[in-house]
């Protein structure tokens, strides 16, 4: 009788989690069936999930209708460079309140972390003078100076970090070595689960920052991808749904292959996330 039951919870357990993935995946099924749709039947009704006449040239036709390669390179460079920086800011930021004392530490912390309540938009006139002021406009380097600034990452790295023992830094101290040294050769080797944890979530983020692209960059040849597909839209009204969900799943692969890269260590980041406050 008791393995009677057990099947049956385990059962109905996979059932359930079955149930729970298709109605996420609904979505990207919807979109997968509407970039093979022809354009005429974009808006017909009753919709119908899947298309009656399947065109897989959509795909083929988003290459030919904006440089999506270049868009894509803009994108990636952004994206690579924001989160290299941000590591190494965050993860030294995050060094610094683990390992060093100093007067108002606490305080400086809740402070950084303050800007995760800041709506992106309620400061985008500033931020945009900043830059004007910097001659960084329609340059790549707007999009990655008004990224590199991430306090979730800095919460992430610097909880992780204080389950590092501090027995570690003595004998680094012991043999002679100094703060910095203790930074490159103990602390980051043994923080890279945090670190990849939050260089995925940072470089799914860049990728698709279109809110900053749509502020910062005037030319064409800059756009990164977000901002890129917005030329497919038509000035009548008469968009091509098709060929915009076709070009919106094709930037969903780069960062689905980073997830995907990074799914254990990102499952361990969520386990070690709060084991210390």
Excluded at 17 to 38: A, D, E, F, K, Y
Excluded at 142 to 149: K, N, P, R, V
Excluded at 198 to 225: E, G, P, Q, R, Y
Aim: aromatic share 12%; with cysteine.
């Amino acid at each position: 009788m008791f393995r009677i039951k057990k099947y049956f919870c385990t059962g109905l357990h996979y059932c359930l989690m079955l149930v729970i993935g298709i109605v996420m995946l609904m979505p990207i099924g919807w979109m997968l069936g509407t970039s093979m749709r022809q354009s005429r039947n974009s808006f017909k009704l009753p919709p119908s999930f899947w298309p009656t006449e399947w065109n897989p040239d959509n795909f083929r036709q988003v290459f030919t209708a904006i440089p999506i390669v270049r868009f894509t390179l803009n994108s990636l460079f952004v994206a690579v460079v924001s989160v290299v920086l941000m590591v190494f800011l965050t993860s030294l930021a995050a060094y610094g309140f683990t390992r060093l004392q100093f007067k108002g530490k606490n305080a400086l912390f809740v402070l950084m972390l303050a800007g995760l309540m800041i709506p992106q938009q309620s400061i985008s006139i500033p931020v945009f003078l900043i830059i004007k002021k910097f001659g960084l406009i329609d340059s790549p380097w707007s999009l990655i100076a008004t990224s590199i600034y991430y306090p979730l990452g800095l919460f992430m790295m610097r909880q992780f970090m204080m389950t590092i023992p501090r027995s570690y830094d003595e004998a680094a101290v012991c043999d002679g070595a100094g703060r910095l040294q203790i930074y490159f050769r103990i602390i980051l080797p043994m923080s890279k689960t945090a670190i990849i944890v939050t260089a995925v979530m940072h470089f799914i983020n860049a990728w698709n920052n279109f809110f900053n692209a749509m502020i910062f960059i005037n030319s064409t040849d800059k756009m990164t991808l977000p901002l890129g597909i917005t030329l497919l839209n038509t000035t009548n009204g008469n968009s091509n749904m098709p060929l915009i969900t076709a070009a919106v799943l094709l930037t969903l692969i780069p960062p689905l292959l980073i997830y995907l890269f990074g799914q254990k260590y990102l499952i361990q980041g969520n386990m070690t996330a709060g084991i210390k406050g």
